[in-house]
């Protein structure tokens, strides 16, 4: 049911283009996941999702186990029908919210205790409970729960999180018993290189057929990511897929495919939606700005998507202003759509052995005009 295959690498990088095939259909990488948090893409139909070419969605452990609960999903078929996606799906295990909702839980060597951030009852989540709510929940992939540390954060209290997130890992592996999901490590250690290294190292010992990369992108500067992604691909196993979590800036995808990334997921597209911002070739264009009122254009006129085609940046604006529900749509739809095309384009220019000059003449025009917000 499952497989990983690398069908084309670049001589330059490490970037590769591969196929990694799950129960419910074959995903090319590098692939992007919009982030599916309560069981939707947020503002997003599945159908919309299709016609964008969205391959994978994510979907979050910790706030289905609130709200309505695993065995919820679990009577209704599993996730993929309780939501009516029929492509891929993974999950992560709760570890992000360990450091998301810092101020509403408690960690133990045993797991995290929770502070349900909707009715303030109280939840404890463990490596097993986390690998028993993905296994009821039902998605192609799962995360083992980790602890992900916050930026900036002393070598000894990163040290701790390595040493319990790989101990996590074991029991994990131990209780995961469904043949129909892959379960993925992830990688703990801030920007601290040994870290990483023995964290992956751990990690590679217990063996897993999937490696994430968790702990970036947490307010660490842009360089730091890199230089760690780089350590990343030093260690993990070059011919299993490598899963960047959290990361979805167009900037941050290039230069993680040249380190050999080949899954990410990110809020970014439809967060940025929701604030009136949509991303062009060029940038980030901020919807609000008085110079969009009169401004006829598409968002992006080297864009093909359904907003492109059939809306104006004036009209846009206007919806933006007015509050209408109707603008996250569209944004939503266009910024996914943005992203997935991306995404395309790296897995062509890979195949065609020219990523390096693909992703220099992105940035060019991509940086050197980017727009506030």
């Known amino acids: 049911m499952f497989a990983f295959d690398i069908r084309h690498r670049c001589p330059r990088t490490s970037a590769r283009g591969g196929v990694l095939t799950t129960p419910h259909g074959a995903v090319e990488t590098p692939v992007f996941m919009p982030v599916g948090t309560q069981a939707t893409v947020k503002t997003l139909t599945p159908d919309e999702l299709y016609e964008i070419g969205v391959q994978m969605v994510l979907a979050n452990t910790y706030h289905l186990h609130l709200r309505p609960g695993a065995d919820i999903v679990a009577r209704a078929g599993g996730l993929h029908s309780f939501m009516n996606f029929r492509r891929g799906l993974l999950t992560d295990s709760g570890g992000y919210q360990v450091f998301s909702l810092a101020g509403l839980r408690k960690i133990t060597e045993d797991g995290v205790w929770f502070t349900s951030h909707i009715d303030g009852s109280r939840h404890f989540l463990g490596p097993e409970g986390a690998v028993q709510v993905q296994e009821a929940l039902g998605a192609d992939i799962i995360m083992c729960f980790d602890e992900c540390p916050p930026y900036p954060c002393s070598e000894e209290a990163v040290s701790e999180a390595v040493r319990r997130t790989s101990a996590w890992a074991e029991r994990c592996r131990a209780a995961h018993t469904r043949e129909d999901q892959w379960l993925f490590g992830i990688v703990q250690g801030g920007v601290y290189e040994e870290l990483r290294r023995r964290s992956a190292r751990a990690l590679k010992e217990v063996g897993f057929p999937g490696y994430a990369i968790g702990g970036l992108s947490v307010g660490e500067p842009k360089q730091d990511m890199y230089r760690i992604l780089r350590v990343m691909d030093e260690e993990l196993p070059a011919e299993r897929p490598r899963y960047l979590m959290g990361v979805g800036a167009p900037e941050d995808l290039l230069e993680a495919v040249a380190c050999g990334i080949d899954m990410f997921d990110c809020v970014l597209p439809t967060r940025l939606a929701r604030h009136g911002t949509a991303y062009t070739r ?29 809306y104006t940046r004036a009209y846009l604006r206007h919806l933006v202003k007015a509050g209408e529900i109707l603008a996250l749509r569209l944004l939503s739809f266009h910024n996914v759509y943005f992203l997935t095309r991306l995404m395309e384009n790296i897995r062509g220019a890979i195949a065609r052995g020219n990523f390096p000059e693909f992703r220099r003449a992105f940035l060019e025009t991509y940086q050197d005009q980017r727009g506030p917000g």
């Open 282 to 310: 060029r940038g980030r264009l901020v919807l609000r700005n008085a110079d969009c009122r009169e401004d006829f254009r598409p968002i992006d006129p080297d864009c093909t998507c359904y907003v492109c085609r059939h």
